[in-house]
């Protein structure tokens, strides 16, 4: 018994679903193996017995391939990672000549469905699954263009996982393919099990809270922003397209606001500007108003606002980031309890919660409003990764307020445009207009 051999007899000692089976084709006696789980094997057999009726006995492994449209001439290594694919090896009695067949693949892929994070007002209602075959297929039936090229990588040595790169070969920005080519190149060898380990790949520093890509479950927005010289990636097994490089006014653009005229776009997408400043600076706007530089109020709304603020027991700074907190619970209940239930409880705990906050004298009416507005605001951009990044960065704004008054709004502003200015995506400045931008 040579080595490949053993190590299939390995294999089956070791998995139940592994099998290793003798059988008459195309005038051979050869030996099949394969893993049960990953494909229908009585539909494989009836196929391949129906392939090979009708056809002259064949005299080697070769010559059988050729004939029912199988790979030969596999090495070892290569048809053990074969197996693990999910592919049917057939190999002689010696196990020295080996082919590989495609087997009917087990229903184990869930369908096209409609897409689950992202909302689609004018556009077609299908999104991306956890197969990089039919990503890739769903990418390529919506755009047919024989620019559109395709690479492939493998990433791992325990659990291989593919990659698939897409562009368009006369929009594409070089530079950005060179680098993303050799990011992946350079790291084929890391396991690729999460996000973050896509991150790391592709050059991401992990003290980062702005992904340097943007992902998205809608083939709408793949297709655009492969016109606008872009890169889009898939990782078997997740139902997102990766795009490369990233820019910052990916976070008020989206492909579904070209369904409407120009003047609707753009007032959208201002829309979303002013909701990102909103919920940056609002609550530190609050804080230093209140506590800091209440004189830069009208005498009648600083009263007004002092009024609000009558038997609270604590400062403005405090009292903001307690309530805030709070809501940042709520969120995260939001995402983790069923949807049947979870929208219904966390609204009604959210109304009986503030009702009873304002009730006991904790938090003021005025800081109700300006909660609400930042929260909804923060959910305006199109990223969820945006959002998170906002929610993150008011609380940074919200420090300096409370010890700087209004200038210190503006120097947290300014701390953050520096920050956002300083990152790079794939080699590109994420603040530098992308030519392709629409």
Not at 197 to 209: E, F, K, S, V
Not at 245 to 271: E, L, N
Request: glycine share 6%.
């Amino acid at each position: 018994m040579n080595d490949f051999m053993a190590k299939l007899v390995m294999l089956q000692s070791k998995n139940a679903d592994f099998f290793i089976k003798e059988l008459h084709l195309g005038g051979m006696d050869v030996t099949i193996c394969g893993f049960g789980t990953l494909m229908d094997l009585p539909k494989t057999l009836f196929q391949l017995q129906g392939m090979s009726q009708g056809t002259a006995a064949s005299a080697n492994l070769d010559d059988l391939a050729a004939r029912i449209g199988g790979k030969a001439g596999l090495s070892a290594n290569d048809a053990e990672k074969a197996i693990t694919n999910g592919k049917l090896i057939a190999f002689s009695s010696d196990g020295s000549s080996r082919m590989m067949l495609e087997p009917v693949p087990a229903s184990i892929h869930r369908s096209v469905s409609e897409p689950k994070q992202e909302t689609v007002l004018m556009g077609p209602y299908d999104a991306f699954q956890e197969d990089i075959n039919t990503n890739s297929g769903m990418l390529r039936d919506k755009l047919k263009s024989d620019k559109l090229l395709h690479l492939r990588f493998t990433f791992g040595k325990q659990h291989r996982r593919e990659v698939s790169v897409f562009y368009l070969e006369d929009q594409i920005d070089k530079h950005s393919l060179e680098a993303v080519i050799a990011h992946l190149r350079l790291h084929e060898h890391m396991e690729l099990d999460n996000l973050q380990d896509l991150a790391q790949i592709m050059g991401h520093r992990w003290w980062n809270p702005i992904p340097t890509y943007l992902s998205t479950e809608l083939p709408i927005q793949g297709v655009n922003f492969l016109k606008r010289g872009r890169l889009v990636l898939f990782v078997d097994g997740f139902p997102y397209a990766f795009v490369f490089p990233k820019v910052w006014y990916d976070m008020f653009s989206s492909a579904a606001d070209r369904q409407f005229p120009h003047v609707i776009m753009y007032f959208i997408r201002c829309i979303r500007i002013i909701s990102f400043i909103v919920s940056l600076i609002l609550p530190g706007l609050y804080v230093a108003l209140v506590s800091v530089n209440p004189d830069i109020l009208k005498l009648s709304l600083a009263l007004s606002v002092a009024q609000s603020r009558v038997g609270i027991p604590y400062p403005a700074f405090l009292e903001v980031i307690l309530i805030f907190l709070v809501i940042e619970m709520v969120v995260e209940a939001i995402q983790r309890l069923p949807q049947n239930i979870g929208t219904t409880i966390t609204m009604v705990g959210g109304i009986i919660l503030g009702e009873a906050v304002v009730q006991a004298k904790l938090i003021s009416n005025l800081l109700i409003i300006i909660l609400a507005a930042t929260t909804i605001a923060s959910f305006a951009l199109i990223t969820i990764h945006a959002s998170f990044f906002v929610r993150l960065a008011k609380y940074f704004i919200l420090v300096m307020a409370a010890l700087y008054g209004v200038l210190g709004v503006v120097a947290g502003m300014l701390v953050v445009t520096i920050f956002i200015s300083h990152i790079t995506s794939v080699g590109q400045p994420y603040v530098e207009p992308w030519r392709g931008r629409r």
